[in-house]
């Protein structure tokens, strides 16, 4: 694969949405242990769903739109790896513990 790189911006954006994410999720983890706020139904939970989701599709687009452009085709052990410092793009093997 050839080298990729993102600009230090699209990065930056890349990189809040991941951690956005990731907040969200923990947040989720967090209220839910302690039987908080998150159940099915309350607007609060239902806001934090639709978040990650919009969160999940942009990260979404973002890669798929990164694939199409660059003609990548991933095996089932394979992912692409963003470095949000140097803006590059690489391909990783992922092992598979049986």
Known sequence: METIKISKEKAEEIQCIYDRKYSIENLCILLSSKNELVEEGNEFYERLIKDNMSCMKQLENFWNGI?????????????????????????RTMEHNI
């Open 67 to 91: 694939k199409e452009k660059y003609n990548i085709n991933l095996k089932s052990n394979e992912e692409l790896f963003l470095n949000f410092y140097t803006g590059e793009i690489a391909l």
